[in-house]
């Protein structure tokens, strides 16, 4: 229900954007959002964003690189990633919060993830 692509290999300072594609249930929901996983590192928020209202929130370490946003018509998320740095190398994934008010809370469904390296 969740479909995350664009992923890739990139040079540090390059770009990319994620999308990801909601069906089902998943447009619905409350919170749309980023968290990537490093390699034996646990998976992390990055960024999220209100499906209604548009409110968006960012982790520290992407804030003003990272920009997340959403196009209802098309159910889709997207991640545009400016400014990359080796640090930002990790399986991304896109999630979907149904309910709640905490966009960094238990996400209900997750996309497959799409692998984002950074080289230096």
């Known amino acids: 229900q969740l479909q995350a692509s664009g992923g890739g290999l990139v040079q540090a300072g390059g770009s990319l954007r994620l999308s990801c594609a909601a069906s089902?249930?998943?447009?619905?929901?409350?919170?749309m959002g980023w968290f990537r996983q490093a390699p034996g590192k646990e998976r992390k928020f990055i960024a999220a964003?209100?499906?209604?209202?548009?409110?968006?929130y960012y982790a520290d370490s992407v804030k003003g690189r990272f920009t997340i946003s959403k196009n209802n018509a098309e159910n889709t998320v997207y991640l545009q990633m400016n400014s990359l740095k080796p640090e930002d190398t990790a399986v991304y994934y896109c999630?979907?919060?149904?309910?709640?008010?905490?966009?960094?809370?238990?996400?209900?469904?997750w996309g497959q993830g799409t692998q984002v390296t950074v080289s230096s």
């Open positions: 999630g979907a919060r149904r309910f709640g008010l905490d966009p960094e809370g238990a996400y209900d469904y």
């Open positions: 089902g249930r998943t447009f619905s929901s409350n919170f």
């Open positions: 964003i209100n499906w209604r209202g548009g409110s968006t």
